[in-house]
């Protein structure tokens, strides 16, 4: 986005993500034979699934949970038979003890944990963190050579990431709103004005711990809501070495869908040079991204909302050659090269209008006839692109410069909207996405970012300068509230 522009290892490093190291005191075998595990701080039911070997459907049935994602700390889980081993008698004339391999040494890559390399080599993080002096297990570092001692076997080959994502079922829901936030100031206000989810960008750059979302997700699930992540990366690291930033990106991505946010945004608006390298830009080149990416997440938490990365709304690169895809093509190519199979929603930007959102004509700035000026005609075209898939608008805002003073001359095309028009558009929005049912998500752009120069992001925000919010109401009548 132009105001704040800045495969795939294997499934067993997907499961270090989201691996922690629990003592076994957390299970308690019960007279009956069944296993009792004491849900911890950080864990989540599919973590559980993957530490005991069953899926999530039979915890869930065994213990009567509807919601999957409810779950807390202190609970106690029966798991289902099958999935622990039941205490083995020892044979009269047990076989004789294999002895442990010998000491071995092991590279750190980026994106492994201590835990993680533990589980490879069958001994403990603290085994590990001892035999090289390290003080605090979670500080270790690529190309960091550690001495392995006292395990039970050695890491399996990497191969290559596997061409097909896991099948999961599409990511059930209804319309829903949220907001994109600086911080989280007024969530009173976004909760009236009938937001459920709150969006953060997060900046990823190579090396990066996935424990950096975690702040993120935890202040948004304090104040009760659903968190969206719009995650990218660095153009320039990414331009230098493609397919192994892509690599390290979907391991991180792992790492995060292991945190268990509600959904991740894979990029942001690939499709112009301030956010994907110039002379690489296409549709095809960020599908490989989207389907390393989608895997990894799924294979880790198939219950977090991919989304596709939004691209600009433009039709400048006739203008830009080689720095500019204009969306509706960037958009054809990815359909093209299987997008549609790696994402539950398609990302959707618009921030351009100077009209009401039921209008499909009259802008008056050249090319008014261009789709990307009107709103329907935005979900015309990535709906027939997407057929059958459900979009979602990552960003949707309206710009007025009222209460903040003239805009810079490239966003002079805002400068009569007031911010009743701001409040009334974005209503109308909302009550055209939810009768037309192609939009199963819609983040406003945006609740209370303050920055106002040759960037004007606050001229988007719902919070105005005198912390009034007149979109607030108009959003929760169209809400339906």
């Not at 829901?173 to 009938?194: I, S």
């Amino acid at each position: 986005m132009r105001r704040f522009l800045p495969a795939l290892l294997l499934l067993m490093v997907m499961v270090a993500f989201t691996s922690v190291n629990i003592s076994l005191a957390q299970d308690q075998q019960q007279n009956t034979g069944q296993t009792v595990h004491v849900v911890q701080a950080g864990e989540n039911l599919y973590r559980i699934s993957l530490r005991y070997g069953v899926s999530m459907t039979a915890i869930q049935q065994a213990n009567n949970i509807a919601n999957a994602n409810l779950i807390f700390v202190g609970q106690r889980l029966v798991i289902p038979t099958g999935g622990t081993t039941p205490p083995v008698t020892p044979p009269t004339n047990p076989p004789p003890t294999t002895p442990p391999p010998a000491a071995t040494t092991y590279t750190v890559k980026r994106g492994d944990t201590l835990g993680g390399i533990a589980r490879q080599f069958g001994t403990t993080t603290q085994a590990i963190a001892s035999a090289n002096n390290i003080a605090n297990p979670n500080l270790i570092y690529p190309g960091q050579v550690l001495n392995i001692s006292g395990g039970t076997g050695t890491p399996p080959p990497v191969t290559n990431p596997p061409t097909n994502p896991p099948v999961n079922p599409p990511i059930a829901g209804g319309f829903e709103l949220g907001g994109h936030v600086d911080g989280f100031r007024y969530p009173d206000q976004m909760r009236g004005a009938g937001m459920s989810w709150a969006k953060k960008q997060l900046f990823w750059s190579q090396g990066q711990p996935a424990s950096i979302a975690q702040p993120m997700i935890d202040q948004a699930r304090g104040m009760g809501f659903k968190i969206l992540l719009g995650i990218v990366g660095d153009p320039g690291q990414l331009g230098a070495n493609r397919a192994q930033y892509i690599q390290d990106f979907s391991v991180f991505l792992a790492g995060v869908a292991a945190l268990n946010p509600d959904g991740i945004e894979i990029w942001n608006e690939p499709n112009i040079d301030r956010q994907w390298p110039a002379g690489q830009i296409s549709g095809a080149a960020y599908t490989e991204m989207l389907r390393a990416g989608y895997t990894a997440i799924k294979n880790v938490n198939r219950n977090v909302l991919v989304i596709s990365a939004a691209p600009a709304p433009t039709g400048a690169e006739g203008a830009f050659p080689g720095r500019v895809v204009n969306d509706d093509r960037f958009i054809r190519d990815m359909a093209n090269n299987g997008a549609a199979n790696f994402m539950d929603c398609v990302g959707v930007h618009y921030n351009e209008g100077i009209l009401p959102p039921d209008r499909t004509s009259g802008d008056p700035r050249g090319n008014s006839s261009h789709y990307s000026r009107y709103y329907p005609t935005m979900v015309s075209v990535y709906s027939a692109t997407f057929p059958g898939k459900a979009l979602c608008f990552t960003e949707l805002g309206y710009l007025s410069p009222e209460g903040f003073g003239p805009l810079p001359a490239s966003f002079a095309w805002a400068g009569n909207t007031t911010v009743t028009n701001q409040a009334e558009w974005l209503a109308g929005a909302v009550r055209q996405a939810r009768s037309g049912r192609l939009v199963r998500l819609m983040i406003i752009w945006n609740v209370d970012f303050t920055r106002y120069d040759d960037d004007p992001m606050a001229g988007y925000a719902i919070i105005r300068p005198n912390n009034a919010c007149p979109a607030c109401s108009t959003l929760r009548s169209a809400m339906g509230l």
